[in-house]
């Protein structure tokens, strides 16, 4: 059974950084994304990285303030986070994504999240 296990979230400033830290196991091969759940919001495709890491792709809303990159020797996947805004506001998850119809969907149960909390 694949494990998804965040990490790195906090509470920050707004206009500061965090870097999330996704740490998989039960997993090979996988091209991984990075989600986000707001309160009272559905959960919204954030970041994506295919296996090798060459191939990157953001949501508007994150282009330019965030990078995603990964350690496939160490089975992690990373989120840095800079610029920070209130909007951020929301759980972090991780999960192996496949893309249909331009859409990424998530391959396995959800981890726990990591909270992070921008305050203006």
């Known amino acids: 059974q694949p494990q998804l296990l965040e990490s790195g979230g906090g509470l920050v400033q707004a206009g500061g950084s965090l870097t999330l830290s996704c740490a998989i196991s039960?997993?090979?091969?996988?091209?991984m994304g990075w989600f986000r759940q707001a309160p009272g919001k559905e959960r919204e495709f954030v970041a994506f990285i295919s296996y090798s890491g060459l191939t990157t792709e953001y949501t508007d809303s994150a282009k330019g303030r965030f990078t995603v990159s990964r350690d496939n020797a160490n089975k992690a996947v990373y989120l840095q986070m800079n610029s920070l805004r209130p909007e951020d506001t929301a759980v972090y998850y991780c999960n192996a994504v496949v893309l249909v119809a331009g859409t990424y969907y998530h391959q396995h149960p959800w981890g726990q999240g990591t909270q992070v909390i921008v305050s203006s």
């Open positions: 039960g997993l090979q091969g996988y091209a």
